[in-house]
């Protein structure tokens, strides 16, 4: 059985733990283990929290942020797939983007992980990014199997 | 995100109780410096992370600024406690090269 739900929220920083806690509220129908659950509210607090602190100049609620769901459900547990969308900068190089610890912002205590933590979690992820327009963030999650 | 402190035999003692975000971080900073620039002259620094029940890269980021700055102070920075969402992630990264764990 499939189902999805369709979150849009303004890039603020109080929504960063709001967003990741809908996420994993929503994935609680596929019966994900408490290590599941964590790895799927780090991924998404990741990739939420770029859309915010690198996709958008400004700070105000008209920058959007879309968070897409799906799950399809197995006999034990199924797939969660999320993609992440903001309509900021893009990114200019996305090899560069997801070299472990390569951050554009070092002054602000960036790390540069938070790629790495996406790919290491998640079981599937991929990056779309076009300058000018936006990224796009997809990570899927097998649980159960 | 809830921070307080102890001082006891030189010892400065850190303790966080939260989810540590990019968002939560920013006030976490200021208590946590604060206090680092009050005990000054500790012989030693100790994070106490297990009340963090979240934890995202924003803490690689924070650890890291905070043993820069007791660095500063000549103070070696060490982690006690710690949960395993968080565990993950500083294993990754190789914080505890920089700030060991201790029990
Ligand atoms: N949504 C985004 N929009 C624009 N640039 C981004 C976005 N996400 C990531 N980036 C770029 O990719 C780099 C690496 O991201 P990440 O691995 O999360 O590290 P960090 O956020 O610590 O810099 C960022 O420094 C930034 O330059
Ligand atoms: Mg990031």
């Known amino acids: 059985m499939e189902n999805y739900m369709k979150l849009e929220i303004a890039a603020l920083g109080e929504n960063e733990s709001f967003a990741r806690s809908a996420v994993a509220a929503f994935a609680l129908s596929l019966n994900p283990s408490f290590s599941d659950l964590s790895d799927i509210k780090t ?6 929290t770029n859309c915010i602190v690198h996709a958008y100049q400004t700070n105000g609620e008209e920058n959007k942020i879309l968070i897409v769901c799906r799950t399809q459900k197995r006999e034990n547990g199924g797939e969660l797939h999320i993609e992440i969308i903001d309509y900021g900068k893009g990114i200019d190089d996305v090899d560069e983007a997801l070299t472990p610890f390569f951050t554009t912002l070092p002054d602000d205590e960036r790390s540069g992980m938070g790629f790495t933590i996406m790919q290491t979690f998640m079981d599937g992820f991929s990056l779309h990014s076009k300058r ?9 999650k097998s649980i159960g199997v | 995100m809830l921070f307080y402190t102890t001082h006891d035999s030189g010892v400065l003692k850190m303790v966080l109780q939260g989810e540590l975000d990019e968002h939560t971080a920013v006030e976490l900073r200021k208590q ?3 206090a680092i620039d009050e005990f000054a002259s500790s012989n030693r620094a100790v994070l106490d992370l297990g009340g963090v029940s979240f934890m995202d890269s924003t803490g690689i980021g ?3 600024g905070r043993y820069k700055k007791c660095k500063r102070y000549g ?3 060490y982690i006690s406690k710690i949960n395993s969402q968080a565990d993950k992630i500083l294993s990754m990264s190789g914080v505890y090269t920089l700030i060991p764990k201790i029990n």
Do not use: N
């Not at chain 1, 991924?43 to 939420?48: D, G, L, R």
């Open chain 1, 43 to 48: 991924a998404v607090s990741e990739a939420v």
């Open chain 1, 132 to 140: 000018g327009e936006g990224t796009r963030v997809s990570m899927t």
């Open chain 2, 32 to 34: 946590a410096d604060a």
């Open chain 2, 75 to 77: 103070i070696p920075l």
């Open chain 2, 62 to 64: 924070f650890l890291i």
